[in-house]
């Protein structure tokens, strides 16, 4: 199989971590066992020592103009230092801010009005990038745009790892575009492999296979990234909540009232770096109308948890280029993915995705 060249906008720890483990798991092929840390090691035969990053870009100085390689763990980086990764050759090039840059992280993203923005579209031609991944910072709807834009412009199938929404906008109008440009498109706002969403759908399901009516339910987050500092600037969180939120009340026969329902970013406590910890709180009532509680306290380092499905995410727009399907990727948003645009339970999911890397399903 070739290789699969990549485009990452957001050079940040998400970015740090997929980066890293390219590295960590270039020996792991079709012939390697079960390895843990990994959902598939191989994908319509691509490893994933078959992914190449090509571009990347970002506007924050002490990334802009160095190698991808050395970019990745450049401050205010912060997330776990599992791999080596040697000179890639790949310069981080300048996006435009637009509205990348929140209130809050105004002096922690350090912006040099010399360097020069880079042509995005030309980049990503030049690059002969395949695929674009976006790991903007929540909020950054416009920004989110505009690159879904240069992906259409340079011929680019687009992963959209944030909840600014693509894949899942209403009237499918983003999705009509790739339709037409005869390009995938995966989203919205990534999944973790063990994160506080995917935790929570599952003990949601629970009640609901089970009989448990399920009154009331809380998910807090806090953590001590720039993601989550960035969204201590809560004008920037209306689409998060609603991502994180539809993606549990899904699970549900009949949603919550929004008084009985709170999922989303709490705090930004600065010495947890990229550990995020997460608190789950489910009240429902079981046979005779009996009171059941359930809390949950689930402690991950961030950045990695999201690397660990983005590697699948991107193997499967390639399958997807590779098969001519176009327009927005079912099965793969809805396993990988917070906001796609069909929900799934996790179960069915996964069965779909298995299907469609076996050609048995489209999309």
């Known amino acids: 199989m070739g290789k699969i060249r990549v485009a990452?906008?957001?050079?940040?720890?998400?970015?740090?971590?997929?980066?890293?483990?390219?590295?960590?798991?270039?020996?792991?092929?079709?012939?390697?066992?079960?390895?843990?840390g990994l959902m598939h090691n191989v994908i319509g035969g691509y490893s994933i020592s078959d992914i190449e990053i090509v571009a990347?870009?970002?506007?924050?100085?002490?990334?802009?103009?160095?190698?991808?390689?050395?970019?990745?763990?450049?401050?205010?980086?912060?997330?776990?230092?599992?791999?080596?990764?040697?000179?890639?050759?790949?310069e981080v090039e300048k996006g435009p801010v637009l509205d990348g840059l929140a209130s809050t992280t105004q002096k922690t993203i350090l912006i040099d009005q010399k360097q020069k923005v880079c042509d995005v579209k030309k980049v990503l031609k030049k690059s002969n990038a395949e695929i674009l991944v976006s790991y903007l910072p929540v909020g950054s709807e416009e920004?989110?745009?505009?690159?879904?834009?240069?992906?259409?412009?340079?011929?680019?199938?687009?992963?959209?790892?944030?909840?600014?929404?693509?894949?899942?906008a209403e009237e499918g109008r983003w999705v009509k575009r790739f339709e037409k440009a005869g390009l995938p498109v995966i989203g919205d706002d990534i999944k973790s492999q063990v994160g506080a969403t995917i935790l929570h759908r599952v003990l949601t399901r629970l009640f609901m296979d089970r009989g448990v009516k399920v009154e009331k339910t809380y998910q807090l987050n806090v953590g001590g990234n720039t993601d989550f500092l960035n969204m201590t600037d809560r004008s920037r969180l209306k689409n998060?909540?609603?991502?994180?939120?539809?993606?549990?009340?899904?699970?549900?026969?009949?949603?919550?009232?929004?008084?009985?329902?709170?999922?989303?970013?709490?705090?930004?406590?600065?010495?947890?770096?990229d550990k995020k910890l997460c608190f789950i709180r489910m009240e429902g009532k079981k046979f005779g109308d009996v009171p059941v509680k359930v809390d949950v306290k689930l402690d991950v380092e961030d950045s990695p948890n999201s690397a660990g499905i983005m590697v699948d995410a991107i193997r499967c727009a390639k399958l997807a280029l590779d098969r001519n399907t176009a327009g927005v990727l079912i099965s793969p948003s809805a396993y990988f993915m917070k906001h796609p645009p069909v929900q799934y339970p996790d179960s069915i999911a996964?069965?779909?995705v298995e299907e469609f890397i076996a050609g048995k399903r489209e999309r």
């Open 8 to 36: 990452i906008v957001g050079v940040g720890n998400c970015a740090s971590s997929l980066v890293q483990g390219l590295k960590y798991y270039k020996k792991v092929d079709g012939n390697s066992p079960p390895t843990p």
């Open 143 to 168: 920004a989110t745009r505009f690159y879904a834009g240069e992906a259409l412009a340079a011929g680019c199938a687009f992963i959209n790892a944030i909840p600014s929404f693509i894949a899942s």
């Open 56 to 90: 990347a870009f970002d506007i924050d100085k002490r990334k802009v103009g160095s190698d991808v390689a050395w970019a990745i763990f450049a401050e205010p980086n912060c997330t776990a230092r599992f791999s080596e990764v040697s000179e890639m050759g790949v």
């Open 350 to 352: 996964r069965q779909m």
């Open 240 to 273: 998060k909540k609603i991502s994180k939120t539809d993606a549990v009340q899904s699970q549900m026969m009949m949603p919550l009232p929004k008084d009985d329902i709170h999922i989303g970013p709490s705090d930004y406590v600065p010495w947890l770096k």
